[in-house]
């Protein structure tokens, strides 16, 4: 018969209980130890004695299936786990940072910092979902980091995965979640929109931001049903010095409709990184809540209660990051045509994608460079006037096209950076004709084409044919 583990020392597996880190509604954290294991790791037993709760057991059942499945740096490591025929457990690494819940008594935070707590929790998300997983519990207390900063989420008791059962689901016709996160979405059953995580990351960053929760504290049904049709206050009206890149995202994050937020973590975590090139629209100088006419129509949208039907994955390869790398310089217009043309052939299949349009000023190694050119111009603001000169043909709302002039001694470094620090899914970049220096020093191209962790397409200018040359 299953008993609750609740002694130090006890031993079971050959995990022995070191100290009980954590009491929960649902569930007990332990500290444990084995021999031939190494590293600090955690033992999560659920609550199963008299009137436990169902949906813990269940949660805990969910959390067994899907924990083994994720890797990488964002979520703990999956050590072992026990079945509910002798013990229910789970051993996982333990990661020995505090919670986000740790900082609520400093709240609001500083603008920028709550803007790069927000790109390391989308980072995160990003990577849990081209996991097949929606997590449906962001919160604070489910956030932790690791030394070298990335985030880790935890808690995967209510998270849904394509490729498993989804015994919540399956089990319970109530929605489960943490009342001031939950997505407009998660209150009518559906669990598997990847950006009801981008809602509640968008309720983190604006109670970080403001102090002030934008949905209030209310725990109610009623309260929690408010937010299929009423947003929230914006936060301009609650702090003037709001910045109006931060409104725009964080209330087109907390768009009742999930369409109208950002398509993937991928994007928002971009939007965060680069304020600058955030496109302002009506949202950033809100200081009022919507109109009336705008609440009645969301009250009686029945389109909110449609189920999602493409996987998880599905809706990030529709929506994905590409970055072009264009040569400004007139020798390259050939290739940069063609360039043009299949960026516009991928786009038109891919209307949620993101474009990011790239141009390297090569810096010396050993002299201090000129910001201006021959005739007196600045360089930085030359390149990115024919970055979106080049783009221009291309028609795209400006949301989707961003122009980077980046700078480095080696431009093909420089553009690998980019691509790792944005979480670039696509590059295409050109390769001008063969010269002896090329053959001798290697290609930009080539090095991308060789270097980079994402897909990269190498377009060439057509050949000219001889008789016209």
């Not at 999930?258 to 100088?285: C, I, M, N, Y």
């Not at 990051?321 to 891919?350: F, H, K, Q, S, Y």
Request: glycine share 6%; proline share 8%; charged share 25%.
């Amino acid at each position: 018969m299953v008993k609750p583990l609740h002694e130090t020392g006890v031993e079971i597996d050959g995990f022995r209980l070191e100290a009980m880190v954590h009491r929960g509604g649902m569930a007990m954290l332990w500290r444990v130890s084995k021999p031939g294991l190494e590293g600090p790791m955690l033992m999560k037993v659920p609550r199963i004695g008299e009137g436990a709760d169902p949906a813990a057991i269940v949660g805990f059942e969910m959390e067994q299936m899907i924990l083994p499945k994720l890797n990488g740096p964002h979520v703990p490591k999956f050590i072992a786990a026990g079945d509910f025929a002798r013990q229910p457990y789970l051993v996982m690494e333990a990661i020995d940072s505090p919670s986000l819940l740790k900082r609520l008594p400093q709240l609001p935070l500083p603008y920028d910092e709550v803007a790069r707590l927000g790109v390391r929790i989308a980072e995160a998300l990003d990577d849990l979902h081209r996991q097949h997983v929606v997590h449906l519990d962001v919160k604070p207390s489910n956030i932790l980091f690791r030394s070298g900063g990335e985030a880790v989420l935890i808690d995967f008791g209510l998270s849904h995965h394509d490729r498993l059962p989804d015994l919540m689901q399956e089990e319970f016709r109530v929605p489960f979640g943490t009342a001031p996160y939950m997505s407009p979405e998660q209150l009518r059953g559906i669990r598997n929109e990847p950006r009801s995580d981008l809602f509640a990351l968008g309720v983190l960053l604006y109670f970080f931001s403001t102090g002030v929760r934008p949905f209030g504290e209310s725990e109610t049904m009623r309260g929690m049903r408010r937010r299929l049709w009423r947003d929230p206050m914006p936060p301009r009206a609650l702090r003037p010095d709001y910045p109006p890149w931060l409104q725009e995202i964080v209330l087109r994050c907390l768009e009742v409709e999930a369409g109208r937020r950002h398509p993937t973590a991928a994007q928002l975590a971009f939007d965060l990184s680069h304020p600058g090139e955030v496109k302002l629209s009506s949202r950033s100088e809100k200081r009022e809540r919507d109109s009336f006419t705008t609440v009645m129509r969301r009250r009686f949208n029945t389109d909110l209660t449609a189920q999602r039907r493409a996987p998880v994955t599905e809706q990030l390869t529709s929506a994905p990051i590409v970055a072009v790398a264009v040569d400004v310089g007139a020798e390259a217009a050939p290739v940069n045509a063609a360039l043009l043309d299949v960026t516009a052939r991928m786009l038109a299949t891919l209307p949620d994608a993101r474009l990011a349009c790239l141009n390297v000023l090569k810096s010396s190694a050993i002299a201090i460079d000129s910001t201006l050119d021959k005739e007196g111009h600045n360089k930085q603001i030359d390149r990115l006037v024919r970055l979106k000169d080049w783009a221009a043909p291309l028609k795209l709302d400006e949301r989707r096209l961003t122009a980077h002039v980046l700078e480095g001694t080696d431009p093909a470094a420089a553009i690998l950076d980019f691509v790792t620090a944005n979480r670039v899914d696509h590059v295409l970049i050109g390769a001008r004709r063969d010269s002896f220096r090329r053959r001798v020093l290697g290609s930009v191209s080539a090095k991308v084409a060789t270097e980079a962790a994402c897909s990269v397409t190498i377009v060439r200018a057509p050949r000219v044919p001889l008789g016209d040359a």
